[in-house]
């Protein structure tokens, strides 16, 4: 009989796809990382589990002890589908403008969700960050994966994301894309497959026009999950070679193609690392290799990127509908 022990242990070993249409004209192979086939649908169960297990094995969770992380997307589902498996309780702490699916998927999981206020500042006793803060410092045996500084993120990936593009690409691999939220994922992959290939591998990072890492000034934008006004500790800088900056028309014009011409539905920082990825693989020849990393789902995104009412009320176009119906029905 073939089974897992647990769903933690269907963490990783995601499958690489190759891109089709969205490559039209392009030499290059173009292989997708499909995260979602993570048991929580993001790249983030990889961290969640090295997270808790590092923290099992100093001592800095306890038998029946706490999770307190300020999250409210993809590291709360992965943090609670491990820690649902060992009997933590979990408590996620997330700013009201994200009230919505995403928590109530994360109360589905059976974890305990606190509401803060969006709108004010990060030193206000009632805001995300104060707010976890006290819980870790009152509830006893509480535990913080504070997942922006946490080491144990990135070697996730080098343990896990980065072996295993080797491997499925018989060491053939020469480019790794990959969008950057907190580092973790471009810089444990990034870092591995430097290591193995004797730096050969080049390593490009993927961020939205209005993120800091590759010397923009700092302003909002939509898409999810990737870019930052600070440098998170997970980041090291040092591995990424080059830097593409992708708007958010693009990547979600890009995400709405993954769907419709191959068959992914995924989310928003997805479409912007395939942008990333195409511009650099048109420079290449028809021997090199791209692995570009998808990090989560297209399903908690579809009533933003895939809706065309909030594609138009937010100024994005969106491609004109072709319908196979006769006319007369609508
Ligand atoms: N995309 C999505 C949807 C994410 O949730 C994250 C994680 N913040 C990323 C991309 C970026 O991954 P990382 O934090 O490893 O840089």
Known sequence: MRYAQSVADLVGRTPLVRLNRVTDGIAATVLAKVEYFNPGGSAKDRIARTIIDEAERSGALQPGGTIVEPTSGNTGV??????????????????DKFAGDKVDVLRAYGAEVVETATSVPPEHPGSYYSVSDRLVREIPGAFKPNQFANQNGPRGHYESTGPEIWDDTDGRVTHLVAGIGTGGTITGTGRYLRDISDGTVRVIGVEPVGSIYSGGPAHGYDVEGVGEDFWPETFDPTVVDAYERVSDAESFAMTRRLAREEGLLVGGSSGMAVVGALRVARTLPADAVMIVVLPDHGRAYVRKIFDDGWMTDRGYEVEPAASLLPAGFD
């Open 78 to 95: 992965g943090l609670a589908l491990i820690a649902l498996q060992r009997g933590y309780r979990m408590i996620f702490v997330v700013p």
